[in-house]
C-alpha cells in the first residue's frame, strides 16, 4: 500500500515537468495570435486577439494560470470549437482506447504464437518467417505501412473501408499498422524469452521426471517466460497511444490523435496540452499497472522488496 | 533479402491496378480536407463552415455561377445615396420548413451580428452598418455610417447569411447548430463531428436552381493521400484540396480526373524599399524581370497558376489583362548596371514554413533566380508563429515573399494598408497614389471606380511596389462521372455539382 501511495505522488513532479516542457515549447514555437489567424489578419486583429486570450501575459503568469486551471480540472476552452478543451480529450478517447486495443490485440494473437513457434522450431522456416516479420515491423514506419495496408486491402482488394469511423470494419487497418509494429516486438521478446527458459534446470528436472513435451512448453517453459512479455506489452501501450496519433491522422479514426493532429494543425494550444497531458499520465499510470501486475504474478518481486 | 524485396514488388505492382466501383446518380460524397464546428451562420469561422454555409444558407448577395456578385434573397439593392442603401427581397422565398423569408428575418440576423454581446466573428465585415430599418415584409433599408461601395460584397454568404428569427427564438444559438433552419437548397441530415455531415435535398426550395443530388455526403479525410485512395477506392466521388505533387496519380487512374480552376492566393515579394538597395525603382523592376514565374508554376504547381505582376489577380476588379510580368534577365542585368549595381549586391531574404500554403520553396526557387542575375539572397527560413510578428513589426530583412487570398476580388480598405508603410508593406508617403484609392473608395459608380482601379493597380506594378510572383490554382479531383463548377473566389458551392453528361 505504501509503495503504491509512493507511486502515486510520484506523478505529481512527472505532470509538473510534462506540462512545463509542453506549455515551453507552444510558447517558443511563436506568437500564437499570428499562427491562429489567416496571414491576412491586420496589426489590430492580433494584437486583440492575444489580448483576448492572454497571450501578451508572461511565460510565467500564463503557465501559473494553465497550473491553477488544471488543479481545478479546467485545462482551457478550445479556440476552435468554443468548448472545454478536456471534455473534447475526454470525448475521443473510447475511440483511441478502441484503436489501441484492437492493436494489442492483433500484436498478441500473432505475437505470442509466432514467437513460441519459432522458439521451439529454431532455423526452420516459420523461425525465418518470424524474424523477417520482426524485422520488417520494427523498421517500417508507421505512415508508411498505413498507405501499403490501405491501398492493398481497400483500394485494390475493396475489403475494407480506407478511412473513417467509428466501427469494427473501420478499426482493422488502423489497428493492424500500430500492431504489427508491437507484433515485431512481442514475437522476439516471446521468442528469446522462450528460449531462454528452455535452458533452465527444471525444465530439465521436468523432462527428466518423465513430464510429456506438451506440458513441459505450456506448464513450465511459458509460464515462466510470460513475464517479461507482459511487461513489454504493458510498456507498449504507451507507444501505441502515441502511435495512434499518426495513424488516426491517416486513417481518419474519430479519436484522440485526430483531434491533437488538428489542434495542432489549427494552433489550437488548450486542446494540445490537454492532449499531450493525458498521453503523459496514461504512460505513467499504465507503467504503475505493469509494475503492480508484475507484483501480483511473480511473488519475489513482492518479497524480494519487503 | 530476396524474399523481402520480392514482396515489395509485388505490392507495387499491386498499388498501380486499381479498380473503381461506379457511383450513384443520387448521392455524392465529398472527401474535403476540413470539418465544421459550428452551423449557425454568424457563429461560424474557417474554410468549412464557409462552404457548408452555401448548402443551408443563403445570403442577401452571393457569386453566380458566373463568378459576378448577384443578388440572391435580394431581388435588387441600389445606394439611394452615399449611406443608405435600398434591397428588395424577392417573391416567395421561403424556409426549409416552409415558412416565409421577410425582412424582419434579416433584420434580426444583422442585429444580432452587430451586437458585441453576441461575439460575432462576421462583426467587422458589418462594420459600417449602422442601422437596417424594415420598411414592409419585403423592403428595407440599410444605413452606413460612412460611404460604403462594397456593402453588397461583404455581407455576400456566410457574412450576412440569414436565419429564421422565429427559429433562433425558439431553440436558442446551441440548438440552432443541431437543427439548423435556413433558405438554402439542402438541409441538415446528420452531423458527426470530425467524421462527416451529409444533407438532403430541400424539398421546398424556392430558387429556380433546384438541387440536383438527393444526398450530398461531406468525409472529413485531412489526410492528402487518404483522401486520395478513398477516391480510388470509389468510397467518395470527388475530393477537394489536390496538392499538385499529386496529380499525376489521379491522371494515372481510370475513372477518375482533375477538376482544376482559378484560385484566390496571390504569392507575392515585398522589399524594404526605406532602404537600399530596394530603394532604388530600378532595382525593384530587375527583380521583377528576374523571375521565370512561368518556371515557378511550372516546377513547383504542376503548371497549376497564372504569373502576375503584382498582389492582384486576374479576378481583380478593374483589372487589365494587358498587364503580365516580363521575364528578361538580360534587361535586368541591365538594370542593375544602370541603377549602380554593375557587380550586383547581397541582401537579406525572408521566408517562413508552417502556413497554410508553402512560402519557403517558392522564395528557395526565387533566390536561385535572383542570384543569376547577380542578387544574393541571404535565405533565412524561419517559423509562421516567429516571423509573423516581426512582418506586422516591419522588422523583416530587405526583401520577403508572403501571399494573399483576396476572396472578393476587391481588396478596398487593404488597398490603404499596402501604402501604409506598416504591417510589413514598406512602402508610405505616396500621397498621389492614396489619394487614387481614397477616390476610387468613395465612387458609387463601377465603370468609374474600376477605371480608378485599373491605375492604382498600374502604379503597383510600375513602381514595384509589391512585385507579384503568381496565382495558385484550385485543384479538385473526381469520378468521371461527376461535373463540378469551380468557382473563382474558392467558395465550394457544391449543390452546383450534377452527374456529367
Redesign the interface.
Given at each position: 500500500m505504501k509503495y503504491i501511495i509512493g507511486r502515486l505522488l510520484s506523478i505529481i513532479p512527472v505532470v509538473l515537468v510534462v506540462t512545463f516542457v509542453v506549455f515551453g515549447m507552444l510558447f517558443l514555437s511563436g506568437d500564437p495570435a499570428v499562427l491562429m489567424l489567416p496571414p491576412e489578419a491586420t496589426t489590430e486583429e492580433v494584437a486583440a486577439f492575444r489580448a483576448l486570450h492572454g497571450f501578451d501575459d508572461p511565460f510565467l503568469e500564463q503557465y501559473g494560470r494553465f497550473l491553477k486551471g488544471m488543479i481545478q480540472g479546467d485545462l482551457g476552452t478550445s479556440i476552435r470549437y468554443n468548448r472545454p478543451a478536456l471534455s473534447l480529450v475526454l470525448e475521443r478517447i473510447p475511440a483511441t482506447l478502441q484503436l489501441s486495443g484492437f492493436s494489442i490485440l492483433i500484436a498478441v494473437l500473432l505475437g505470442i504464437p509466432l514467437g513460441t513457434l519459432s522458439a521451439l522450431y529454431r532455423n526452420s522456416f516459420i523461425d525465418y518467417l518470424a524474424s523477417v516479420i520482426s524485422v520488417m515491423g520494427q523498421s517500417m514506419p508507421n505512415f508508411w505501412l498505413a498507405f501499403l495496408l490501405m491501398y492493398l486491402f481497400a483500394v485494390n482488394l475493396g475489403w475494407l473501408p480506407t478511412s473513417g469511423g467509428p466501427g469494427i470494419k473501420y478499426v482493422i487497418l488502423p489497428a493492424a499498422t500500430i500492431g504489427f509494429n508491437v507484433t515485431a516486438l512481442i514475437t522476439r521478446m516471446t521468442r528469446s524469452s522462450i528460449i531462454e527458459a528452455m535452458r533452465e534446470d527444471y525444465v530439465r528436472t521436468a523432462r527428466g521426471k518423465g513430464v510429456s513435451e506438451k506440458r513441459v512448453i505450456i506448464e513450465h517453459v511459458m509460464r515462466n517466460s510470460i513475464l517479461p512479455v507482459i511487461s513489454v506489452i504493458a510498456l507498449q501501450f504507451g507507444y501505441i497511444l502515441g502511435g495512434a496519433v499518426v495513424v488516426e491522422q491517416i486513417f481518419a479514426w474519430p479519436g484522440l490523435g485526430l483531434l491533437t493532429v488538428q489542434a495542432i494543425n489549427n494552433r489550437d494550444y488548450p486542446i494540445v496540452q490537454a492532449a499531450v497531458l493525458f498521453l503523459a499520465l496514461s504512460f505513467v499510470f499504465i507503467n504503475l499497472v505493469s509494475d503492480l501486475f508484475y507484483r501480483l504474478i511473480d511473488p519475489r518481486i513482492r518479497t524480494s522488496e519487503s | 533479402m530476396k524474399?523481402?524485396s520480392l514482396l515489395f514488388i509485388l505490392?507495387a505492382l499491386?498499388?498501380f491496378?486499381?479498380?473503381i466501383?461506379p457511383a450513384s446518380a443520387e448521392d455524392l460524397v465529398i472527401g474535403v480536407n476540413g470539418?465544421p464546428?459550428?452551423l449557425l451562420p454568424f457563429k461560424a469561422v474557417?474554410r468549412l463552415n464557409e462552404i457548408i454555409n452555401t448548402m443551408l444558407f443563403e445570403s442577401l448577395t452571393t457569386r453566380g455561377a458566373d463568378d459576378t456578385l448577384v443578388g440572391l434573397l435580394a431581388e435588387s439593392y441600389e445606394a439611394v445615396d452615399d449611406v443608405t442603401w435600398n434591397f428588395k427581397l424577392r417573391d416567395g422565398i421561403t424556409f426549409s420548413d416552409g415558412t416565409p423569408l421577410t425582412a424582419n428575418d434579416v433584420k434580426f440576423t444583422y442585429d444580432m451580428i452587430m451586437d458585441p454581446e453576441v461575439g460575432s466573428p462576421h462583426k467587422?465585415f458589418m462594420g459600417t452598418v449602422a442601422a437596417i430599418d424594415v420598411i414592409d415584409d419585403q423592403n428595407f433599408t440599410i444605413t452606413t455610417s460612412q460611404p460604403d461601395v462594397m456593402l453588397p460584397l461583404r455581407i455576400s454568404d456566410i457574412y450576412g447569411s440569414v436565419i429564421s428569427q422565429k427559429h433562433f427564438e425558439e431553440v436558442g444559438a446551441d440548438d440552432y447548430d443541431k437543427s439548423p433552419l435556413g433558405t438554402g437548397p439542402y438541409v441538415l441530415e446528420e452531423w458527426?463531428?470530425?467524421?462527416?455531415i451529409s444533407f438532403l435535398k430541400n424539398e421546398n426550395y424556392w430558387g429556380a436552381d433546384k438541387p440536383v443530388y438527393d444526398r450530398i455526403t461531406l468525409?472529413?479525410?485531412?489526410?492528402d493521400?487518404?483522401r486520395i485512395?478513398?477516391l480510388?477506392?470509389?468510397?467518395v466521388d470527388m475530393i477537394t484540396n489536390v496538392p499538385p505533387t499529386l496529380v499525376p496519380e489521379i491522371e494515372g487512374t481510370e475513372g477518375l480526373k482533375i477538376i482544376s480552376g482559378a484560385g484566390t492566393r496571390a504569392h507575392y515579394l515585398i522589399t524594404d524599399v526605406t532602404k537600399p538597395p530596394f530603394d532604388n525603382v530600378l532595382v525593384r523592376k530587375a527583380v521583377s524581370l528576374a523571375i521565370d514565374r512561368d518556371a515557378l508554376i511550372t516546377v513547383l504547381y504542376q503548371g497549376y497558376g497564372v504569373p502576375i505582376a503584382s498582389i492582384f489577380i486576374p479576378q481583380t476588379f478593374g483589372y487589365d489583362p494587358e498587364i503580365v510580368p516580363v521575364y528578361n534577365p538580360e534587361e535586368a542585368k541591365q538594370l542593375l548596371v544602370e541603377a549602380g549595381y554593375p557587380d550586383g549586391f547581397e541582401f537579406g531574404f525572408d521566408s517562413f514554413t508552417?502556413?497554410?500554403t508553402d512560402h519557403s520553396k517558392v522564395a528557395e526557387a526565387v533566390a536561385g533566380m535572383l542570384e543569376k542575375v547577380g542578387m544574393k539572397a541571404n535565405l533565412r527560413i524561419q517559423?509562421?508563429?516567429?516571423?509573423?510578428?516581426l512582418r506586422?513589426e516591419n522588422q523583416t530583412l530587405e526583401m520577403y515573399n508572403?501571399?494573399?487570398?483576396d476572396s472578393t476580388f476587391d481588396h478596398g480598405l487593404?488597398l490603404k494598408?499596402f501604402v501604409s508603410g506598416?504591417?510589413g508593406y514598406y512602402w508610405v508617403g505616396d500621397e498621389a497614389l492614396v489619394a487614387k484609392i481614397d477616390a476610387a473608395l468613395a465612387e458609387f459608380d463601377e465603370s468609374k471606380r474600376a477605371a480608378l482601379y485599373g491605375e492604382i493597380i498600374k502604379e503597383f506594378v510600375d513602381q514595384g511596389i509589391i512585385i507579384g510572383l503568381f496565382r495558385q490554382d484550385q485543384i479538385f479531383a473526381a469520378k468521371d462521372s461527376v461535373d463540378y463548377p469551380v468557382q473563382s473566389d474558392e467558395m465550394f458551392r457544391f449543390f452546383r455539382a450534377k452527374p456529367a453528361k
Amino acid at each position: 500500500m505504501k509503495y503504491i501511495i509512493g507511486r502515486l505522488l510520484s506523478i505529481i513532479p512527472v505532470v509538473l515537468v510534462v506540462t512545463f516542457v509542453v506549455f515551453g515549447m507552444l510558447f517558443l514555437s511563436g506568437d500564437p495570435a499570428v499562427l491562429m489567424l489567416p496571414p491576412e489578419a491586420t496589426t489590430e486583429e492580433v494584437a486583440a486577439f492575444r489580448a483576448l486570450h492572454g497571450f501578451d501575459d508572461p511565460f510565467l503568469e500564463q503557465y501559473g494560470r494553465f497550473l491553477k486551471g488544471m488543479i481545478q480540472g479546467d485545462l482551457g476552452t478550445s479556440i476552435r470549437y468554443n468548448r472545454p478543451a478536456l471534455s473534447l480529450v475526454l470525448e475521443r478517447i473510447p475511440a483511441t482506447l478502441q484503436l489501441s486495443g484492437f492493436s494489442i490485440l492483433i500484436a498478441v494473437l500473432l505475437g505470442i504464437p509466432l514467437g513460441t513457434l519459432s522458439a521451439l522450431y529454431r532455423n526452420s522456416f516459420i523461425d525465418y518467417l518470424a524474424s523477417v516479420i520482426s524485422v520488417m515491423g520494427q523498421s517500417m514506419p508507421n505512415f508508411w505501412l498505413a498507405f501499403l495496408l490501405m491501398y492493398l486491402f481497400a483500394v485494390n482488394l475493396g475489403w475494407l473501408p480506407t478511412s473513417g469511423g467509428p466501427g469494427i470494419k473501420y478499426v482493422i487497418l488502423p489497428a493492424a499498422t500500430i500492431g504489427f509494429n508491437v507484433t515485431a516486438l512481442i514475437t522476439r521478446m516471446t521468442r528469446s524469452s522462450i528460449i531462454e527458459a528452455m535452458r533452465e534446470d527444471y525444465v530439465r528436472t521436468a523432462r527428466g521426471k518423465g513430464v510429456s513435451e506438451k506440458r513441459v512448453i505450456i506448464e513450465h517453459v511459458m509460464r515462466n517466460s510470460i513475464l517479461p512479455v507482459i511487461s513489454v506489452i504493458a510498456l507498449q501501450f504507451g507507444y501505441i497511444l502515441g502511435g495512434a496519433v499518426v495513424v488516426e491522422q491517416i486513417f481518419a479514426w474519430p479519436g484522440l490523435g485526430l483531434l491533437t493532429v488538428q489542434a495542432i494543425n489549427n494552433r489550437d494550444y488548450p486542446i494540445v496540452q490537454a492532449a499531450v497531458l493525458f498521453l503523459a499520465l496514461s504512460f505513467v499510470f499504465i507503467n504503475l499497472v505493469s509494475d503492480l501486475f508484475y507484483r501480483l504474478i511473480d511473488p519475489r518481486i513482492r518479497t524480494s522488496e519487503s | 533479402m530476396k524474399k523481402l524485396s520480392l514482396l515489395f514488388i509485388l505490392l507495387a505492382l499491386v498499388l498501380f491496378t486499381v479498380a473503381i466501383v461506379p457511383a450513384s446518380a443520387e448521392d455524392l460524397v465529398i472527401g474535403v480536407n476540413g470539418s465544421p464546428v459550428r452551423l449557425l451562420p454568424f457563429k461560424a469561422v474557417g474554410r468549412l463552415n464557409e462552404i457548408i454555409n452555401t448548402m443551408l444558407f443563403e445570403s442577401l448577395t452571393t457569386r453566380g455561377a458566373d463568378d459576378t456578385l448577384v443578388g440572391l434573397l435580394a431581388e435588387s439593392y441600389e445606394a439611394v445615396d452615399d449611406v443608405t442603401w435600398n434591397f428588395k427581397l424577392r417573391d416567395g422565398i421561403t424556409f426549409s420548413d416552409g415558412t416565409p423569408l421577410t425582412a424582419n428575418d434579416v433584420k434580426f440576423t444583422y442585429d444580432m451580428i452587430m451586437d458585441p454581446e453576441v461575439g460575432s466573428p462576421h462583426k467587422t465585415f458589418m462594420g459600417t452598418v449602422a442601422a437596417i430599418d424594415v420598411i414592409d415584409d419585403q423592403n428595407f433599408t440599410i444605413t452606413t455610417s460612412q460611404p460604403d461601395v462594397m456593402l453588397p460584397l461583404r455581407i455576400s454568404d456566410i457574412y450576412g447569411s440569414v436565419i429564421s428569427q422565429k427559429h433562433f427564438e425558439e431553440v436558442g444559438a446551441d440548438d440552432y447548430d443541431k437543427s439548423p433552419l435556413g433558405t438554402g437548397p439542402y438541409v441538415l441530415e446528420e452531423w458527426v463531428l470530425d467524421s462527416h455531415i451529409s444533407f438532403l435535398k430541400n424539398e421546398n426550395y424556392w430558387g429556380a436552381d433546384k438541387p440536383v443530388y438527393d444526398r450530398i455526403t461531406l468525409r472529413f479525410l485531412p489526410d492528402d493521400a487518404t483522401r486520395i485512395a478513398a477516391l480510388q477506392a470509389g468510397e467518395v466521388d470527388m475530393i477537394t484540396n489536390v496538392p499538385p505533387t499529386l496529380v499525376p496519380e489521379i491522371e494515372g487512374t481510370e475513372g477518375l480526373k482533375i477538376i482544376s480552376g482559378a484560385g484566390t492566393r496571390a504569392h507575392y515579394l515585398i522589399t524594404d524599399v526605406t532602404k537600399p538597395p530596394f530603394d532604388n525603382v530600378l532595382v525593384r523592376k530587375a527583380v521583377s524581370l528576374a523571375i521565370d514565374r512561368d518556371a515557378l508554376i511550372t516546377v513547383l504547381y504542376q503548371g497549376y497558376g497564372v504569373p502576375i505582376a503584382s498582389i492582384f489577380i486576374p479576378q481583380t476588379f478593374g483589372y487589365d489583362p494587358e498587364i503580365v510580368p516580363v521575364y528578361n534577365p538580360e534587361e535586368a542585368k541591365q538594370l542593375l548596371v544602370e541603377a549602380g549595381y554593375p557587380d550586383g549586391f547581397e541582401f537579406g531574404f525572408d521566408s517562413f514554413t508552417g502556413s497554410i500554403t508553402d512560402h519557403s520553396k517558392v522564395a528557395e526557387a526565387v533566390a536561385g533566380m535572383l542570384e543569376k542575375v547577380g542578387m544574393k539572397a541571404n535565405l533565412r527560413i524561419q517559423e509562421q508563429g516567429v516571423f509573423g510578428p516581426l512582418r506586422l513589426e516591419n522588422q523583416t530583412l530587405e526583401m520577403y515573399n508572403y501571399s494573399f487570398g483576396d476572396s472578393t476580388f476587391d481588396h478596398g480598405l487593404n488597398l490603404k494598408t499596402f501604402v501604409s508603410g506598416a504591417q510589413g508593406y514598406y512602402w508610405v508617403g505616396d500621397e498621389a497614389l492614396v489619394a487614387k484609392i481614397d477616390a476610387a473608395l468613395a465612387e458609387f459608380d463601377e465603370s468609374k471606380r474600376a477605371a480608378l482601379y485599373g491605375e492604382i493597380i498600374k502604379e503597383f506594378v510600375d513602381q514595384g511596389i509589391i512585385i507579384g510572383l503568381f496565382r495558385q490554382d484550385q485543384i479538385f479531383a473526381a469520378k468521371d462521372s461527376v461535373d463540378y463548377p469551380v468557382q473563382s473566389d474558392e467558395m465550394f458551392r457544391f449543390f452546383r455539382a450534377k452527374p456529367a453528361k
